[in-house]
């Protein structure tokens, strides 16, 4: 079946570092990919969001890359911040959603 | 405030004994859907709904029903419950599947299945 690959399942960075947690997916029917932060005790919560005609996309200190040939697509977190400690998981849809397995992401302060 | 609700936040209950979660959203979202978040496993999709009365299997349905008689509705019900389903379950709703459409998750429900 269809499915999405996610790595690392556990990250920790120093406050002020880089993250980047990367994504592959299997359907190539996929045509957009949301990324959601899930904190403790809280549902996950859309942060950004890439569709299949962008290579790029960012928000502030968040960014997202979408490679559709080679069916990977990555998060790019800068300047990290002790409050973006949280679970972070991809997504890819196309007829059907599916989520990666998550990324725990630890920033020590 | 837009929101999806879900009830009991937290459950434990026996093997066999029926239960019921409810999930309610005031967005006005054509799409529904439910989901168990299991470690290093993600999220997985139990039952969607395109709309009401159209209800679909996800990639793990089994030991579940839902229902969806109404748009702001989408309860999820457990027979027999087993201790296989002692899981953390999300609902989620958006305005339709097709892509490029957020989905707004609902707080969790922690179910325990002694």
């Known amino acids: 079946g269809e499915n999405v690959e996610q790595h690392p399942s556990t990250l920790s960075v120093q406050e002020g570092d880089s993250a980047v947690i990367k994504c592959t997916y299997s359907d190539s029917a996929s045509n957009y990919f949301p990324w959601y932060k899930q904190e403790l005790g809280k549902g996950p919560q859309l942060i950004i969001d890439i569709r299949s005609n962008v290579g790029e996309k960012k928000d502030q200190r968040i960014a997202v890359t979408l490679n559709k040939t080679a069916k990977h697509f990555s998060l790019h977190i800068t300047e990290t911040q002790p409050e973006d400690s949280a679970v972070y998981f991809c997504?890819?849809?196309?007829?059907?959603?599916?989520f990666g397995a998550g990324t725990r992401l630890f920033v020590k302060a | 405030e837009a929101q999806v609700t879900q009830n009991p936040r937290y459950l434990i209950t026996v093997t066999g004994k029926k239960l019921t979660v409810t999930c309610s959203q005031n967005m006005n979202h054509e799409y529904m859907s439910w989901y168990r978040q299991d470690p290093g496993l993600g999220l997985r999709q139990i039952y969607y709904?395109?709309?009401?009365?159209?209800?679909d299997k996800g990639d793990v349905p089994e030991g579940y029903k839902v229902s969806r008689k109404e748009k702001r509705n989408f309860p999820l019900i457990l027979e027999s419950p087993s201790p296989n389903q002692t899981s953390l379950y999300f609902c989620a709703s958006s305005l339709a599947q097709s892509a490029g459409n957020e989905q707004f998750f609902g707080p969790g429900t922690r179910l325990t299945v002694l």
């Open positions: 997504a890819a849809t196309g007829f059907k959603t599916i």
């Open positions: 709904s395109m709309n009401v009365e159209v209800t």
